[in-house]
T-cell receptor
């Protein structure tokens, strides 16, 4: 069965520091992978997605993610974090049936000034 | 462009009362529609999805039901709310490229 694991529940970084959020997935075929961001009390906004092709994907707000099939990972990165990046981040894998998404439990990011 | 609306934004209901949450989508036709629940400190759990009018699939057994009376309207209901129904409910619509677009959510508190 498909599943997504985000090992880090909570991460704190200083503003200007680099960021990497981890995501591991379990899926039998080539996955569709997504990263979403959720600000408190808000809906989810898509940061980036991977369907095929180049394994390094660029997204909005300066985020990027790298698909590594050998490690079943799709980690999200940003070279320099801004205070406005404080939010909860969700990794998701697209299931085959009716475009369902399987979400990880999320990583809450706090940014220190 | 497409937009998705949810209402109400927040709701406080007593245990045993009924529930109706509404989701509408604009700017697209025949979308896949989804209801998710996000409990405090937890990820998103898919509750229902629909690929067309009157077609509802349930992902987990629960106290809730869903209906799709019109192409771009998706309703989440309950006849009698439980305390465990509290959470943040998100509606989403999906295009054929597997991407999903989320509404602003409804915060439900059952007392």
């Amino acid at each position: 069965a498909q599943s997504v694991t985000q090992p880090d529940i909570h991460i704190t970084v200083s503003e200007g520091a680099s960021l990497e959020l981890r995501c591991n997935y379990s899926y039998g075929a080539t996955p569709y992978l997504f990263w979403y961001v959720q600000s408190p009390g808000q809906g989810l906004q898509l940061l980036l997605k991977y369907f095929s092709g180049d394994t390094l994907v660029q997204g909005i707000k300066g985020f990027e993610a790298e698909f590594k099939r050998s490690q079943s990972s799709f980690n999200l990165r940003k070279p320099s974090v801004h205070w406005s990046d404080a939010a909860e981040y969700f990794c998701a894998v697209g299931a085959t049936h009716y475009n369902k998404l399987i979400f990880g439990a999320g990583t809450r990011l706090a940014v220190h000034p | 462009s497409q937009t998705i609306h949810q209402w109400p934004a927040t709701l406080v209901q007593p245990v045993g009362s009924p529930l109706s949450l509404e989701c509408t989508v604009e700017g697209t036709s025949n979308p896949n529609l989804y209801w998710y629940r996000q409990a405090a400190g937890r990820g998103l759990q898919l509750l229902f999805y629909s690929v067309g009018i009157g077609q509802i699939s349930s992902e987990v057994p629960q106290n809730l039901s869903a209906s799709r009376p019109q192409d771009r309207q998706f309703i989440l209901s309950s006849k009698k709310l439980l305390l465990s129904d509290s959470g943040f409910y998100l509606c989403a619509w999906g295009d054929r490229a597997d991407e999903q677009f989320f509404g602003p959510g409804t915060r439900l508190t059952v007392l």
